[in-house]
């Protein structure tokens, strides 16, 4: 099987993916409590029974619930993802506002968990039984075992109110006007603490992979030949070992990069990041239901990405395996 069969089966099996989840997202949320025009009556500052029944009709929520449905999945097949009744405004639009940051801050927390995994498990693997593995994997059963809120706290009084090194919250300096260099720049300190805390979970968990995967590969006979062979500790535990244990690494990184979606609803709460997990967490509280099944919709999608993504990068990393079917 060619690259191009090997994309063209994966995408297509993406789209099935998406459809089966896109309809699960919608009985789901339509099974949870609460009515959104009630909640819209109750901002007006009236909710008798003629004003729910307009916004009802007014919104689609009167149409039986297969309607609906169908209604809403032929509007995603036209990337119309609704009307956001709570902010006036479509889905689609709402979403590509926060997108980028979102994918800024998923993206710079995952390089950070997996560049630190790595080498957090390259070490300890090295130094097994001595007082650095011991460090690193207590540091990683900390990292693993606490709740991203509390880092996420912690980190905002210890190193922004106490330190003052970097901002606890917001995507950029308010009013600064800042252009150019300058604003990527404070972009980036503004980005340090909420990146670090949702990539430390994911750090705990590769460096445990790493060090498990180094220490398995290290007993294997082509290590054993490349020792005999004369070549030095470092270039057999970096071109013979790391390199055979960082592939299932990269499986349980592009696996779980989507997570970084659901882990920044937390995130963007707590540092008031300007993302699409912020954006979820207020459709919810608002029941918002066309928000929130766009915003699902699209963190669907991530993931399914960020899956075929990593079946690519593995046949890169390693080159002995085939699109095989």
């Known amino acids: 099987m060619n690259l191009l069969q090997f994309l063209t089966g994966r995408l297509a099996k993406g789209l099935l993916t998406l459809l089966a989840i896109a309809v699960l997202n919608f009985f789901l949320i339509r099974a949870a409590p609460g009515d959104p025009a009630q909640v819209l009556a109750g901002e007006a500052g009236a909710a008798d029974a003629l004003l729910l029944e307009q916004l009802r009709v007014r919104f689609g929520l009167d149409q039986p619930i297969m309607t609906q449905l169908w209604i809403y999945l032929k509007g995603y097949l036209s990337l119309d993802l609704g009307f956001s009744y709570r902010q006036q405004q479509p889905v689609l639009d709402l979403i590509l506002a926060r997108l980028p940051a979102t994918l800024l801050l998923t993206g710079a927390a995952f390089a950070v968990s997996l560049a630190l995994g790595v080498v957090?498990?390259?070490?300890?693997?090295?130094?097994?039984?001595?007082?650095?593995?011991?460090?690193?994997?207590?540091?990683?059963?900390v990292f693993y075992a606490t709740p991203l809120f509390w880092?996420?706290?912690?980190?905002?009084?210890?190193?922004?109110?106490?330190?003052?090194?970097?901002?606890n919250v917001g995507y950029e300096t308010i009013g600064a006007n800042h252009a150019g260099i300058a604003r990527m720049l404070d972009i980036g300190r503004h980005l340090i603490l909420p990146a670090l805390t949702l990539g430390l979970f994911f750090t705990a968990l590769y460096a445990r992979m790493m060090r498990a995967a180094m220490l398995e590969i290290a007993g294997a006979d082509f290590v054993r030949t490349a020792r005999a062979k004369g070549?030095?500790?470092?270039?057999?535990?970096?071109?013979?070992?790391?390199?055979?244990?960082?592939?299932?690494?990269?499986?349980?990184?592009?696996?779980?990069?989507?997570?970084?979606?659901?882990?920044?609803?937390?995130?963007?709460?707590?540092?008031?990041?300007?993302?699409?997990?912020?954006?979820?967490f207020d459709a919810l509280?608002?029941?918002?239901?066309?928000?929130?099944?766009?915003?699902?919709?699209?963190?669907s999608a991530m993931v399914v990405g960020f899956n075929i993504m990593t079946d690519l990068v593995y046949r890169l990393v390693d080159p002995r395996i085939e699109t095989v079917s």
């Open 151 to 167: 880092i996420a706290l912690m980190s905002q009084i210890v190193f922004s109110l106490k330190l003052g090194l970097v901002p």
């Open 285 to 299: 509280v608002q029941r918002d239901y066309g928000v929130l099944l766009g915003v699902f919709f699209v963190s």
């Open 231 to 280: 070549l030095s500790p470092g270039v057999v535990s970096r071109r013979h070992v790391a390199r055979n244990a960082i592939l299932p690494v990269v499986t349980l990184a592009g696996l779980q990069a989507g997570q970084l979606v659901g882990g920044a609803v937390l995130t963007d709460t707590v540092f008031a990041w300007p993302g699409i997990g912020r954006l979820m």
């Open 120 to 141: 957090m498990g390259a070490l300890a693997a090295r130094r097994a039984g001595r007082w650095q593995d011991s460090a690193i994997t207590t540091l990683a059963l």
